[in-house]
């Protein structure tokens, strides 16, 4: 069973598409990474996931169930743009209101258990509207983990975060996915942080999927490449090209890729008289991935 | 991923789905200023209603001829030929409309309209929810009014002589044409959803009964205009009976279930955020 399923799902607003036939699939229990450039239609798609916006056509399915399901959907947590808190009543009114929403009879112990899971603990009294940016966040973020929720949809949940905020969003992303039973489908343009957490990636591009693709998928697909400094760096890069397909400069360093084998460089380096001070394997990270699946689908 | 057969999706009944709606609501309702501002606002109201019935050396005007003409007229006029048939627990209604308008726009204005609609898939739920909401507070504003009345008319030494069942179905038909009002401001609200200055103009216009007692100028004084929601509400006044109670809970709860139904529709149609 998957978590979301999508077929042909269709949006338009005033006949421009923002979403064009969009198949997605997120397995249940997956972190699933939400990517694509600003106006992509991440946000819109997270919005016909929850029901906010009323689709032209397609279908969404949630747990094997329509998306408009009341016993589905009471199980889905959401931080889309903001939190979506009244600024001018408190941290705990806020959480109130929404386990009161979710019909949650131990509000108080539950309140509690999710202020706890994003250190917000001892800013209950705080009023929203006195809260910094992370700590809205994190309030976000506790209101769409109330109840337990069996899919979570976070909306850029880490834009405005602190190093320290990071980390804590991983962490409990992390947490909630293993103990709790929880799907995240969650957006973000903070590649590197996506990718330390991520099991499943959907790529979007003008409200099109270009690319669906597992963690370990996107690690076998990611190129390979060899890093390293030379005391001659023009020639050695003219020797390496000589030898090797692809070469790069790339400001102080050669890059060469598709090569796993670092002592054939070296030995090459050196038969041809150049002296090589410093070298490492790689791989494609998912930043440079996006951006080189991004540059191929321009060019076509 | 080993959990997935642990994952069971009980389906929410009607009330426990409304249950938590209204739940909210209420919680809001009572952890925020709003209710108790207009509360006070219904309570002021026939105090500013006598001051302006009063001569300037206290004696009253003429506008009214006993105190409980502030809380309802003595016949259903809906062509209104002086302040004083006109200015009385009608005006409650007004000011319910303003309340609901600035209620329902901080759903919106505070973007928590999009948790409500995340977890209740079923967008009766908010309609119903606001509704009730919106006829228990005019109910209240009725109420606070009443006292408010008393009080005036304690002040301006007017009489208080008047058939207690008239007064008691006049009040009562006025408090279940709450619910029908409520309706009709939560359909106006989520037709303009955030763009609130425009709910409460409109709001405004229908709660002073403007296109009725227009209607009323141009067909007369006619009792077809009980079909209004304006129309009922004046036909509680303080020759009310049963019957008049009768029409107009039939009344309220026919245009309650009207403006929820077609409220309901446009929620399901259109983009709710």
Redesign the interface.
Known sequence: MNAIEIRNLSKSFRGMYAVDNLNMTVPVGAIYGFIGENGSGKSTIEKLICGHLVPDGGEIKLFGKDYSDAGVRVRVGALIESAGCFPNSSVWANLMMQALNLGIENRAEEIQRVLKIVRMEDNAKLRFKSCSLGMKQRIGIAMALLGNPALLILDEPINGLDTDGMRIMREILVDITQNYNCTVLISSHILGELEKIATHYGIIRQGRMIQELSAAEMDARSRVFVTLKAKDMAGAEQTLRNKFNTVKREEDYIRVYDVNDTEAIVEHLIKNGHIVSEIKKNKVGLEEYYIELMSKKEEA | ?E??A??Q????SFF??L???L??DF??LF??PLLYIFLIIAALIPALVSMGAMGGEGEATGMFSNAWQIIAANSPLYVISDIGEYANMNMVFIFGGIMISIFIG?DYK?????????????KQDYMISKSLLGAFSMACMCLTYLLGGIASGAFTGLPFEINAGSLICAILGKMIMSLGWASLYTFINIIFRAKFGISIALCFVLGTGIPVIGAAAVIGNTPALNIFLYGSSVYACLSANALTLFICLMNSVVWAVVYNVLGTLIL??????
């Open positions: 991923m959990n997935t642990k994952l999706f009980e389906q929410p426990k789905r249950k938590g709606m739940s909210v919680y809001r952890h925020t901080h505070s973007g928590y309209v999009k948790q409500l609609f995340t977890t209740h898939a079923k399901n149609k259109r983009d709710v955020y």
